[in-house]
Nanobody, 119 residues
Framework: VQLQASGGGEVQAGGSLRLSCSVS????????MSWHRQLVGKQRELVAS???????EYADSVKGRFTISGDFAENTVFLQMDSLKPDDTAVYYC??????????????WGQGTQVTVSS
């Protein structure tokens, strides 16, 4: 299974970025996809998630500014990030979860993409 993330970069505060992540090499149906972020020396935290049924979840810090969407037919997830703040600066990782038989495998990660927001 491979997850390829793209769309990171540097932007000024108040700007926007759109992250994309494609899942390949999978023969199972993806059940959920999500974005997480990690600052140096800190734990990785959930930013947003979306399930195959369309249910979404957001971290309080990004509600109203970020929008997650998933194309489960193409196994692709997007994160539209608006009104970016310097505190959003981090490496962003995508994640995909699916069943391997009866086992729910949620430990599938992309390589990470850097988002830098300057003040």
């Amino acid at each position: 299974v491979q997850l390829q993330a793209s769309g990171g970069g540097e932007v000024q505060a108040g700007g926007s970025l759109r992250l994309s992540c494609s899942v390949s090499g999978i023969t199972f149906s993806v059940q959920a996809m999500s974005w997480h972020r990690q600052l140096v020396g800190k734990q990785r935290e959930l930013v947003a998630s979306v399930t195959v049924r369309g249910a979404t979840e957001y971290a309080d810090s990004v509600k109203g500014r970020f929008t997650i969407s998933g194309d489960f037919a193409e196994n692709t997830v997007f994160l539209q990030m608006d009104s970016l703040k310097p505190d959003d600066t981090a490496v962003y990782y995508c994640n995909a979860s699916f069943y391997r038989g009866y086992i729910y495998d949620h430990d599938n990660w992309g390589q990470g993409t850097q988002v830098t927001v300057s003040s």
